[in-house]
């Protein structure tokens, strides 16, 4: 049943731990995983919105650590962000995903924002306040497809619009959206999730990735009370950034940490509770032969793909170091593609595999290790792998440039 769900500000007593170093940002994320991995399957199967865990990780400092140093933070690599996401999604992937957008819309921030918007906003982050998202509309058209508009009223510009698959919002300060400015350019609205107007029912009810909590929000004639708000992106439509590229490395990371949750369990299943098949002439089910081969297969292609994550993620910072050009952001969405390419295989093996591995006892309901499969078959549904595909041969093959836009 759809319902408004309860919010908790991060400012409310929580003021961010700080974070300054890879190895600072690597144990926070280790500390917040030990907490809710063993929380996750109770989470999926009562479908708990994780309002405490959010809190917690507003309260370590990791939603700052991409805040440039200009602005008063860490700026950490991206390698260090991809690391964080995946350690989080192996202990429980929905809510690891729900910071996603949080990094997204930063990224834009610092490539499209003004100096005034980079420290209203950036300061906001460093004291603790959460970015989400309203995602697309909900229809048969193009993701590009937008009716949400700014229209001018007496009292100033106000936003109209119905958005879906809005990661975040739900726990979130700002809630950025795309919409139309008033002569039907393309803008990006910052709107105060408590900006009356503002509706985030709970109507998200996926089978999988039960708790992101991607949903809809409602625009019903906000006011937008500054320009401070809008980031007027139509005016970078020609120009080459690392936004997408950076988007789409964080969905590689969460499908590389539903792998490695995967693996992790069914390697502990497989040594804890499973019995051998009366064939293998083994006293345990960890000695049978099969197994053991299956297991390996899968370790080495989770190492694999997580060495085209981490090697694309290098690759980002390198060109975020420069200038970015068009053939630098091109090899940017080339590089993400392919780690979204093997991470999304090896999310969906490994977790399909999980059962045959551990055998009839891993698929009761009250251990409700089904969650694993459904995770990652919705999460890597999130843009379709067949164009990833696509986008790599259309580079090797005809030299083609991939759009640029936030699913490349």
């Known amino acids: 049943m759809t319902h408004l769900a309860h919010k908790i500000a991060p400012s409310d007593g929580v003021f961010p731990a700080q974070i300054s170093t ?100 950036y300061g906001d982050v460093l004291k603790g306040k959460r970015i989400g998202n309203a995602g697309p509309e909900r229809s048969r058209e193009v993701l590009t497809h937008n009716t949400t508009g700014l229209h001018r009223a007496a009292d100033g510009l106000r936003l109209s619009g119905h958005r879906f698959y809005s990661t975040g919002a739900i726990f979130a300060d700002w809630i950025p959206t795309r919409a139309n400015d008033a002569e039907g350019r393309p803008v990006q609205v910052w709107v105060p999730a408590d900006a009356p107007g503002v509706t985030i029912p709970d109507d998200w009810n996926s089978f999988g990735q039960r708790t992101t909590a991607s949903g809809s929000v409602i625009f019903d004639n906000v006011l937008i009370e500054s320009d401070e708000q809008i980031i007027p992106v139509w005016q970078r439509a020609e120009i080459p950034g690392l936004t997408g590229p950076l988007s789409q490395i964080i969905q590689a990371a969460i499908d590389s940490g539903i792998a490695v949750g995967a693996l992790r369990e069914a390697t502990a299943f497989v040594r804890d509770k499973s019995r051998p098949w009366v064939d293998s002439g083994a006293s345990r089910a960890q000695d049978d032969p099969y197994i053991i081969a299956d297991i390996g297969r899968l370790q080495i292609d989770l190492w694999a793909a997580q060495e085209v994550l981490r090697n694309a993620a290098r690759l980002l910072d390198e ?57 990652a078959r919705v999460h890597t549904l999130h843009d379709p792998v067949r164009w990833k595909y696509h986008l790599l041969g259309n580079w090797h093959l005809n030299g083609a440039l991939p759009a640029r836009h936030q699913w490349n």
Do not use: M
């Open 22 to 121: 890879h190895d600072q940002a690597i144990a926070a994320a280790l500390r917040l995983a030990e907490d809710w991995a063993p929380k996750a399957a109770r989470r999926d199967a009562e479908r708990i919105l994780p309002h405490q865990e959010i809190a917690d990780f507003t309260a370590t400092g990791l939603g700052a650590i991409t805040v440039p140093k200009a602005y008063g933070g860490p700026e950490l690599p991206i390698l260090t962000l991809v690391e964080v996401f995946e350690i989080l999604c192996a202990a429980d992937s929905s809510v690891g995903q729900i910071p996603q957008n949080h990094f997204g819309v930063l990224q834009l921030l610092n490539e499209a924002g003004t100096e005034a918007q980079k420290r209203r906003f």
């Open 319 to 375: 060109l975020s170091a420069a200038p970015v050009t068009a053939e630098a952001s091109a090899r940017a969405s080339v590089a993400v593609a392919e780690a979204k390419i093997l991470t999304t295989e090896i999310a969906l093996t490994a977790t399909e595999k999980f059962y045959e591995l551990a055998g009839s006892s891993s698929t009761r309901a009250a251990l409700n290790l089904g969650r694993l499969w459904r995770n």
